[in-house]
């Protein structure tokens, strides 16, 4: 399966301790996006990067929330001190390079956290 | 601020029958306009997209979408629904690179 890929698929932390996930994303895409999607909402832009670079962040991302993309590949969003409001899934995509107009952006199966 | 909205919580259909999922745009500029489908427990799956052209644009397992810039809407379409389509739709428009979202319509077909 060449899509993008998540890790964990299911994470349950108690409130305070720290958590973070993978994304693995298409091998050919420079972009890699983060977002959150509660019950009933749809996605939520967190940030984006192109290669390694963190091109946006979105004023949902509290300083408790960081993200990176080391060598243009793989990215990881940590959080830390979770509380229980972070309970959310957590999705990645990817997508070739952007410009005008954009490509599609394909998505991940998630992360579902809960926080207790 | 773009934004992108969905007015129906939910639509029922029954199997075979023609289904349309609505979806409205604000933007500002030339408008970017995707239709994703999720199904329970699983990520977003793109099933078309409208950048620049004809108005209805064709997508997978054959959705179609009717943009309309007059009324600023961009629906989804199927002329015969399928009771495997039940799955929650999310029409967004692209903003700069990322994507902005409706809030998604759960589509209920029945046979």
């Known amino acids: 399966d060449t899509g993008v890929s998540q890790d964990p698929r299911h994470k349950i932390t108690k409130r305070g301790q720290n958590v973070t996930f993978r994304c693995d994303p298409i091998?050919?895409?420079?972009?890699l996006y983060w977002y959150r999607q509660t019950l009933g909402q749809g996605p939520e832009f967190l940030t984006y990067?192109?290669?390694?670079?963190?091109?946006?962040k979105s004023r949902l991302l509290s300083d408790r929330f960081s993200a990176e993309r080391p060598k243009g590949s793989f990215s990881t969003l940590e959080i830390q001190r979770t509380e229980q409001g972070d309970s959310a899934m957590y999705l990645c995509a990817s997508s070739l390079l952007g410009g005008t107009p954009p490509h599609e952006q394909y998505f991940g199966p998630g992360t579902r956290l809960t926080v207790t | 601020a773009q934004s992108v909205a969905q007015p129906e919580d939910q639509v029922n259909v029954a199997e075979g029958n023609p289904l349309t999922v609505k979806c409205t745009y604000s933007?500002?500029?030339?408008?970017?306009l995707f239709w994703y489908v999720q199904y329970p427990n699983r990520g977003l799956q793109f099933l078309l997209k409208?950048?620049?052209?004809?108005?209805l644009v064709k997508g997978s397992y054959g959705f179609e979408a009717e943009f309309n810039k007059s009324q600023t809407s961009f629906h989804l379409k199927k002329p015969s629904a399928l009771v495997s389509d039940s799955a929650l739709y999310f029409c967004a428009s692209n903003q700069g690179g990322k994507l902005i979202f409706g809030q998604g319509t759960e589509l209920s077909v029945k046979p």
């Open positions: 409208y950048i620049t052209g004809d108005n």
């Open positions: 933007v500002s500029g030339n408008p970017y």
């Open positions: 990067f192109q290669n390694e670079a963190q091109l946006e």
């Open positions: 091998s050919e895409h420079n972009r």
